[in-house]
């Protein structure tokens, strides 16, 4: 008999008011009797649209039901049959807009928490089950993966348990990309990112970091050291500015470097010698899930205002609603309908306070979203002392200016197929260097495609 | 790991090592840079290589020790490892179809002027070159450039070593005396490249600077770098380091290198205070 709450089990969390002073795990999981809980909501259902909705096609339902049995181990081997990474998806997937919207469940009342179950069972494993390392018959076939972030874990995994011996190059000192650079350690604890690079390794791996591609080897020198295919994955690039009055002020940061500081460089820890502004009052700006990372990174190294300022309304912001909602729960008020000026500064260059002008939204505009309005004359002053720009980023230009044959788009973004081929011969692209900053779970299935093209075009070469 | 295989003190702050990274050695041209991080908890610091070794696949760093990262490097020996060295970042410097060209290096910047100067000269143009220095004991790689410029002329601020003045002074003399360069490249302090653009503009030649602002990852992806240069945003690491000095925005660049500097002294009066506590413990046990 189905459990027909019509809620999920909650995640426990930390305080928010304890966890805003703080780096660790904001959601601490599910316990093993919880798990089983949220496992006997799934309807088990036949034609399975949860699956339809998963970029790497975890089969859902079989995965639930080994939970619900308390088969913790088979139910792990289920999901990664299709994902090599699921305890980083459990932290980060958009669940809500993928296998969870397509769960019967959530026609009346909440899905079934795919993501949390996903996430218990990854955690699980780690703790429980030391990996055997896998017997896996090497093919003597060579491949080069590009960028460490999701789509080149994902793709170098794949390709590695297909037989073929794969190189990761990374720009960075560590891999894993936005996983470490980007996304905070209260969502996704860095030890867990490195567990799944380490199993990679386990597969036989190779990661290779301080290598830019582009720099220090071209995408031709890679072909000439005797790899037959490579995938890019080198992520989405340069970050954006307004282009506004002080952006240059001390004290103004992209969104990119503010992360980085904190997540990679560790400038929380007295540890590293990473250093950071010390804000009392921070304004970003932006509404993407960045944002929400970057404010809530913020208030954690004690700024006492942090706000969240957004030029269009809080129903069309990009972020998922789970961020936001922490994010308020932490404290991070939100300016919505707000669109920045210029920036001010002190008499010594640094920022004082940013101006923005009141918006107000009209008709639907070409993304379908309601097109903010500036309303003249509202201009007005926000005291802050640290402005932080999360408005996007352009495609870097390193890998596609240095590689003859290598199509981009008008925007810089590699041109790529469907079965992310590109238009050089042997050359395969995802992720965010090909779509533009987009989510973690569409760039491992964009890995997943490349490794299963790859494979048939080293195949079909003989 | 990156072995060590060379340490020599230029002068009591500026260090020179040849550091063991093959690809580097290989790749490199003048102007590139590399970012180090001496170790897991150290910064990414950004060097301008200042010469390398194909053979031998060593790659040359120059630096002076001024913050904590460089600092700590300036202690390390012949033989130990550095944990990251990645580059060759940055555009080379544009040499092609100079004829007669100007090399004008302020202090350390000296060790990044050379290798342009070498580029400059391996490729055929007369080089003519002004290095400037304090005072006579800081004077670094005369023989170097000397080796590679068909006119070397060092100036000390004190005038205890070569001439006495500025090495805009320097460079005015030289265009006063009817030398036509068509091209001046300018490295060293902020100001002296500042001051060396001003020289240069009314007559139209074309002034290289190189930039060394605060970043993180150095291909792109932090925007620390950034500069302004004619009005519009450039970062460092991907559009530079190199840029045409009658454009640079130099007032902002100093203010942006400053960005760290409350802290830094901050940190340091910290460890102040500690080693004053400790002192303090050592003194109360003592007399407990």
């Not at chain 1, 509202?378 to 932080?388: A, F, G, Q, R």
Request: one cysteine or more; proline letters at 4%.
């Amino acid at each position: 008999m189905a459990n027909l709450s019509l809620t999920k089990v909650p995640m426990p969390e930390q305080d928010p008011n304890v966890r805003n002073r703080n780096f660790d795990e904001v959601a601490l999981g599910y316990t093993e009797e919880m798990a089983k809980e949220e496992a006997t909501r799934c309807l088990n259902c036949k034609n399975r649209p949860c699956v339809s909705g998963c970029p790497v096609n975890v089969r859902i339902p079989d995965f639930i039901a080994q939970v619900a049995q308390g088969n913790f181990e088979e139910a792990y081997k289920i999901i990664t049959s299709t994902n090599c990474l699921p305890a980083v998806c459990g932290r980060v997937c958009t669940q809500e807009t993928q296998c969870e919207s397509k769960c019967v469940r959530g026609a009346k009342g909440e899905s079934v928490g795919i993501g949390r179950l996903e996430r218990f069972v990854a955690d699980y494993h780690m703790a429980h089950v030391s990996d055997p390392v896998p017997a896996i018959e090497k093919n003597g076939h060579r491949v080069a993966v590009i960028g460490s972030g999701p789509s080149g874990l994902t793709c170098a995994g794949d390709l590695a348990r297909l037989g073929y011996e794969v190189t990761i190059f990374e720009a960075f000192h560590k891999a894993g990309g936005v996983l470490v650079y980007g996304i905070p350690e209260f969502r996704l604890p860095k030890a867990i990112v490195q567990k799944e690079v380490d199993r990679l390794e386990a597969l036989g791996v190779e990661v290779r970091t301080n290598f830019v591609i582009g720099k220090t080897l071209t995408v031709d020198e890679i072909f000439a050291e005797g790899y037959e295919a490579i995938f890019i994955g080198s992520g989405a690039g340069l970050p954006s500015f307004m282009g506004i009055e002080g952006e240059s002020l001390i004290g103004v940061y992209s969104a990119n470097e503010y992360l980085t500081r904190v997540n990679l460089m560790k400038a929380y820890s007295d540890k590293y010698d990473t250093p950071i502004r010390k804000s009392r009052a921070v304004a970003v700006v932006g509404g993407g899930n960045v944002a929400m990372d970057a404010a809530r990174t913020a208030k954690r190294l004690g700024a006492e205002k942090v706000y969240i300022v957004y030029r269009r309304s809080e129903e069309e912001m990009p972020a998922r609603a789970e961020e936001v909602h922490h994010a308020k729960e932490e404290g991070i008020e939100f300016m919505c309908l707000n669109n920045p000026t210029r920036i001010l500064g002190t008499e010594n260059g640094e920022v004082r306070a940013i101006e923005v002008l009141s918006m107000e939204l009209g008709e639907p505009d070409a993304s379908g979203r309601r097109k903010p309005i500036a309303i003249a004359g509202s201009e007005h002053e926000i005291e802050v002392d640290t402005v932080i720009m999360s408005i996007g980023t352009s495609p870097n230009p390193l890998i596609r200016s240095t590689t003859e044959g290598l199509d981009a788009t008008s925007r810089g973004c590699l041109v790529a197929d469907e079965n992310m081929a590109t238009t050089r011969p042997g050359v395969y692209a995802g992720g965010d260097a090909v779509t533009g900053a987009a989510t973690v779970i569409l760039a491992m299935g964009a890995g997943k495609t490349a490794a299963a093209s790859i494979d048939k075009y080293i195949k079909e070469k003989g | 790991m990156f072995k060590i295989v060379t340490k020599r003190q230029l002068n009591e702050a500026v260090t020179l090592m040849e550091v063991e990274a093959p690809y580097i050695a290989t790749k490199a041209k003048a102007g590139q840079f590399i970012i180090f991080r001496i170790d897991e908890y150290g910064e990414r610091i950004p060097l301008t290589i200042a010469d390398t070794d194909p053979q031998r696949g060593t790659v040359t760093i120059i630096f002076q020790a001024v913050g904590t990262s460089t600092k700590a490097l300036a202690t390390m020996n012949e033989g130990d490892f550095i944990q990251d060295f990645v580059g060759p970042l940055g555009n080379a410097t544009e040499i092609d179809g100079y004829k007669n060209v100007c090399v004008v290096g302020g202090g350390v910047g000296c060790a990044i002027a050379y290798p342009s100067a070498k580029a400059l000269h391996n490729a055929g143009a007369h080089v003519d070159m002004i290095a400037g220095f304090r005072n006579k004991d800081i004077v670094i790689l005369e023989d170097e450039m000397r080796a590679v410029s068909d006119n070397l002329y060092v100036t000390t601020d004190d005038g205890s070593y070569g001439e006495k003045g500025f090495v805009t002074n320097k460079l005015q003399s030289l265009i006063d005396a009817g030398n036509k360069y068509d091209l001046v490249i300018a490295i060293g302090p902020i100001p002296m490249m500042k001051f060396l653009a001003e020289v240069t503009r009314p007559y139209g030649i074309k002034t290289l600077v190189s930039l060394n602002p605060i970043m993180i990852d150095g291909t792109g992806m932090c925007g620390g770098c950034r500069v302004t240069v004619g009005g519009t945003i450039r970062f460092a690491c991907v559009d530079g380091p190199d840029f045409d000095g009658h454009e640079v925005d130099f007032d902002e660049l100093m203010r942006r290198n400053s960005y760290y500097k409350a802290q830094e002294r901050e940190s340091a009066s910290h460890e102040c205070r500690m080693l004053a506590a400790g002192d303090a413990a050592k003194e109360e046990q003592k007399n407990g």
